[in-house]
């Protein structure tokens, strides 16, 4: 039973364009929400992260909006890049402590020049 | 973040035998995580590495088959035993408890192993 449900699977984005990935969830005890990055023959990469008490969070070009009743959260890379092209994957846990990260089934995005 | 290293960083294994898998932090961290990452699919957790006690296995993992250790708060190995082909994965290490924000998790670079 996937925990996290992403879409979607794969994605292609101009130059400059605006790319968006969506997760949803249905366990209302996840309350730590990460982005993770990867690059072909790289580990994970912690992108950006959002707690349920903020519906947005934005770093740099990289924007997460959560909404808790729809109980969906997406990523949002503005002004995408040909080096923003690699694997997305948002993630859940519960808890205050470091706990077990549930995985979204992951993104594919090409950015073309 | 710390800095974390695995090695090897790439294995072709024969069926039948066994690898051991290092981790290696920079810094003491109290949490360190396992994960198995099969080609082109998302992250599964194998186990949580607990410093001086055994490990917390996941549904679908068990001691016998990914034993593993965690000697200090810098290091830990995983053990991939009797391997088959079914094991040819990208193998993760993670390590959470070096920041302010505790849940947040830090991955290696991965250990991509082959089993022929």
């Known amino acids: 039973q996937q925990q996290v449900k992403q879409s979607p699977q794969s994605l292609i984005v101009q130059k400059g364009g605006i790319s968006i990935i969506n997760c949803a969830y249905e366990?209302?005890?996840?309350?730590?929400f990460p982005w993770y990055q990867q690059f072909p023959g790289k580990g994970p990469a912690l992108l950006i992260a959002?707690?349920?008490?903020?519906s947005e969070k934005k770093e740099g070009r990289f924007t997460i909006s959560f909404n808790k009743s729809a109980k969906q959260f997406s990523l949002h890379i503005m002004d995408s890049q040909p080096g923003d092209s690699a694997t997305y994957f948002c993630?859940?846990?519960?808890?205050?402590?470091?706990?077990?990260?549930?995985f979204g089934t992951g993104t594919r995005l090409t950015v073309i020049p | 973040s710390a800095v974390i290293s695995q090695k090897p960083s790439r294995d072709i294994c024969q069926r039948g035998t066994s690898l051991t898998i290092q981790c290696q932090v920079d810094?003491?961290?109290?949490?360190m995580f396992w994960y198995r990452q099969q080609p082109g699919q998302s992250l599964t957790l194998i186990a949580t590495?607990?410093?001086?006690?055994?490990?917390?296995?996941e549904s679908g993992f068990v001691i016998d088959k990914f034993p593993i250790s965690r000697p200090n708060l810098t290091f830990s190995t995983l053990t991939v035993s009797n391997m088959s082909p079914e094991d040819s994965s990208i193998y993760l290490c993670?390590?959470?408890?070096?920041?302010?924000?505790?849940?947040?998790?830090?991955f290696g670079p991965g250990t991509r192993l082959t089993v022929l």
């Open positions: 993670s390590v959470a408890g070096t920041s302010r924000v505790s849940n947040e998790q830090f």
């Open positions: 959002i707690r349920p008490d903020v």
């Open positions: 993630a859940a846990s519960t808890g205050l402590g470091a706990n077990n990260l549930f």
């Open positions: 590495a607990n410093q001086g006690s055994e490990a917390t296995y």
């Open positions: 366990n209302t005890a996840f309350d730590y």
């Open positions: 810094s003491q961290v109290t949490m």
